[in-house]
């Protein structure tokens, strides 16, 4: 059911963001040099790898780390890379990994390949068995502001409390928060 889902919410979703897509890609090519897309390695169901589009919103030297372990994270964004994070239009291109199977609407955050921290304590507590999703009650919870042993708790309840209905729930809340711009902090 929630597969059925994710294909007909992102063909819809596909079909209305194209053009705003194709906007921002633009406006990433004539702001900054460098690929209009920043391919990530991620951590997938049962921490298999999978590789993950973002529009570019950092420079290109900027090291492979989660955004908190920068030194200074303004210093390295793009001229739009800020106003791409806050609005989360950075993150349109991953309802390419709905498509194919590698990521949901709803589930835990896919961590990068080298947070191994965050990584352990989530096979520890069974969220590497969930697909990840684009948002997820984590996301909705906190975001960037959550420290890893919170954003796991949170990933734990959501497995306790998944269902469709809390599926829709999450993406109403995302969809309010990415209005308001809550809980990015760079």
């Not at 961590?111 to 068995?129: H, M, P, T, W, Y």
């Not at 306790?160 to 209905?165: D, N, P």
């Not at 809390?166 to 711009?181: A, E, G, P, Q, S």
Request: aromatic share 10%; proline share 6%.
């Amino acid at each position: 059911m929630k597969r059925i889902f994710d294909l007909i919410f992102v063909i819809v979703a596909l079909s209305l963001l194209i053009v705003p897509a194709i906007l921002v890609a633009l406006m990433v090519k004539f702001t900054s040099k460098g690929p209009v897309l920043y391919w990530s390695d991620r951590v997938g169901i049962d921490n298999s790898i999978f590789k993950m589009p973002k529009f570019r919103s950092m420079k290109m030297d900027t090291p492979v780390v989660a955004t908190h372990l920068l030194h200074d994270p303004k210093k390295v964004l793009t001229p739009i890379g800020h106003f791409l994070r806050k609005s989360s239009l950075d993150e349109l291109p991953q309802l390419w990994c709905i498509l194919k199977g590698d990521m949901s609407f709803v589930g835990p955050r896919p961590a990068l390949f080298n947070q191994d921290d965050l990584i352990a304590l989530r096979s520890r507590e069974g969220v590497d068995k969930l697909l990840p999703g684009l948002t997820g009650w984590a996301q909705v919870n906190g975001r960037d502001e959550l420290p890893i042993q919170k954003k796991v708790a949170l990933d734990t309840e959501y497995i306790s409390k998944k269902s469709f209905w809390f599926d829709i729930y999450i993406i109403w809340l995302t969809f309010v928060k990415v209005v308001k711009r809550d809980g990015v902090s760079h």
